[in-house]
C-alpha cells in the first residue's frame, strides 16, 4: 500500500494567516492526489482534486500543488470556518489511502 | 443534487455480520460512477473499505478484503456492504461515497458523502 504522511498533524494560527500543510507520499503517484476538509461530526467535503483543481463551490483561498511524491496545500487567508481536520487522499494504485490528518486550530 | 444515506443497525454483536445500505438520490447508480465505502474509527483517520461499480464489479482493500462484500441493487439505487466476523477494531462511522474521475480515468476522488452512520460492536 502506498503510505501517505501529512505534516503537521496539528496546526495552530491566527485569522489572515497563510496556512500550509504537506503531504508526502511513500511512491510516485503522478498528480492523483486530493485533498479533504472535514468538520466535527461532518463528513469529508472534497476541496481539490488531482493535485490542484479546485471542487466547484470551493472558495478560492483554497489550492494545492505537486506532483510525484510531495504535495502540498495552502489557505492564502485563514478564516474562522476553515477550522477543520484536512486529509489528502492518493487514488492512483488501489488500495487508496488517506493521510493520517493534519487539525487546524484558531489562535 | 446527489445525495447519499446510510442505514443499517448501529449495534453488531463481536463476531457477527455488520451490514450497511446506501440510498443514493439525483443520481443513477447505473451512470458508470463507482461507489464506494470508507471508514474512520472514533477519533482516528479514514480508512477505504472498497468499490463497487453498477456491473458488480469490485475492488476491496487486502486488509479487509477476506471478510467485506459490497453489493448493488440497480432496481432500488442503492449498494451494500457487509463486514463478518467483526471485532471492537471495526467499530467506526462507516460513509458511502460516490467517486468521480475525469475523462473515466480510474483516479477518482470522493465527491459526494453520505453523512456516516455509527456501528458500535458489542455484546
Known amino acids: 500500500d502506498i503510505q501517505m504522511t501529512q505534516s503537521p498533524s496539528s496546526l495552530s494560527a491566527s485569522v489572515g494567516d497563510r496556512v500550509t500543510i504537506t503531504c508526502q507520499a511513500s511512491?510516485?503517484?503522478?498528480?492523483?492526489l486530493n485533498w479533504y476538509q472535514q468538520k466535527p461530526g461532518k463528513a469529508p467535503n472534497l476541496l481539490i482534486f488531482e493535485a490542484s483543481n479546485l471542487e466547484r463551490g470551493v472558495p478560492s483561498r483554497f489550492s494545492g500543488s505537486g506532483s510525484g511524491t510531495d504535495f502540498t496545500f495552502t489557505i492564502s487567508s485563514l478564516q474562522p470556518e476553515d477550522i477543520a481536520t484536512y486529509y489528502c487522499h492518493q487514488s492512483n494504485t488501489l488500495p487508496y489511502t488517506f493521510g493520517q490528518g493534519t487539525k487546524l486550530e484558531i489562535k | 443534487q446527489v445525495q447519499l444515506q446510510e442505514s443499517g443497525p448501529g449495534l453488531v454483536k463481536p463476531s457477527g455480520t455488520l451490514s450497511l445500505t446506501c440510498a443514493v438520490f439525483g443520481d443513477s447508480i447505473s451512470h458508470g460512477n463507482w461507489w464506494s465505502w470508507v471508514r474512520q474509527p472514533p477519533g482516528k483517520g479514514l480508512e477505504w473499505i472498497g468499490e463497487?461499480?453498477?456491473?458488480?464489479?469490485?475492488n476491496y482493500n487486502p486488509s479487509l478484503k477476506s471478510r467485506v462484500t459490497i453489493s448493488v441493487d440497480k432496481s432500488t439505487n442503492q449498494f451494500s456492504l457487509k463486514v463478518s466476523s467483526v471485532t471492537a477494531a471495526d467499530a467506526a462511522v462507516y460513509y458511502c461515497?460516490?467517486?468521480?474521475?475525469?475523462?473515466?480515468?480510474?483516479?477518482?476522488?470522493?465527491?459526494?458523502w453520505g453523512q456516516g452512520t455509527l456501528v458500535t460492536v458489542s455484546s
Open positions: 463497487v461499480l453498477h456491473t458488480g464489479n469490485t
Open positions: 511512491q510516485d503517484i503522478t498528480d492523483y
Open positions: 461515497a460516490r467517486q468521480r474521475s475525469l475523462s473515466g480515468r480510474p483516479h477518482p476522488f470522493f465527491d459526494y
